[in-house]
């Protein structure tokens, strides 16, 4: 079975931190995604990975930046909270081929409040 | 941008009846997902129907595709209690390399037992 695990499931920091999601992967895919969903929007693309040290923007990158050193370990970082992002982040990994999609898999997400 | 969007937004049914869902979209797919969320968990991957596919079956589950409409359903046949979380389908386009999928705001599903 594919396993996406996340840090952490609840985080709590106040405004101005910053703040490090961590989302690690076992079955070796190449591509890894960071989305954040809140009510009524679905899931937002943040930003994408498709291989070690590659990454690129989403549809909501503003106040976010990504570190993927290694293949299995894709990092969401907020340089300084703000309560607007407030919400649940989830992490999902796939196969990666050029122009050919496959299922996600995902992590149980991380629910972050910024107080 | 939001590709997909679901319909109902909200359902709710007995256990035992069939349960429909329906995505629309908006521009020229490669395939289509849809994924299920139970309450404050991660999504889990359903089904998977390419642009030359009109139909597809996976145990309860049929999903249809209607590329000149561009819309798909998802029937869940004689639902149970445990089918009741969020459907979201998900489009990737034609134009982002395969690596974008964009996923709608979702439809609630509530079975009642």
């Known amino acids: 079975d594919v396993k996406v695990t996340q840090s952490s499931r609840y985080l709590v920091k106040r405004t101005g931190e910053k703040v490090f999601l961590e989302c690690v992967q076992d079955m070796d895919h190449e591509n890894m995604f960071w989305y954040r969903q809140d009510p009524g929007l679905g899931l937002r693309l943040i930003y994408f990975s498709y291989d070690v040290k590659m990454k690129e923007k989403g549809d909501i990158p503003e106040g976010y930046s990504v570190s993927r050193e290694k293949k299995e370990r894709f990092s969401l970082i907020l340089e300084s909270a703000s309560t607007n992002q407030t919400s649940m982040y989830l992490c999902?990994?796939?196969?990666?081929?050029?122009?050919?999609?496959?299922?996600?898999?995902f992590g149980p997400g991380t629910r972050l409040t910024v107080t | 941008s939001q590709q997909g969007e679901e319909d109902p937004q909200a359902l709710s049914i007995q256990e035992g009846e069939n349960a429909t869902m329906n995505c629309s979209y908006k521009t020229s797919i490669n395939n289509l997902q849809w994924y299920r969320q139970n309450s404050g968990r991660g999504l889990v991957h359903l089904i998977l129907?390419?642009?030359?596919?009109r139909e597809k079956h996976s145990g309860r589950l049929r999903v249809t595709l209607d590329t000149s409409k561009k819309s798909s359903s998802l029937l869940i046949t004689a639902s149970r209690a445990a089918d009741t979380a969020s459907y979201f389908c998900a489009t990737d386009g034609r134009n982002t390399g395969g690596f974008k999928t964009i996923f709608g705001a979702g439809t609630r599903l509530f079975v009642k037992a």
């Open positions: 999902a990994s796939s196969l990666g081929l050029a122009g050919v999609s496959y299922e996600q898999y």
């Open positions: 129907i390419r642009s030359n596919e």
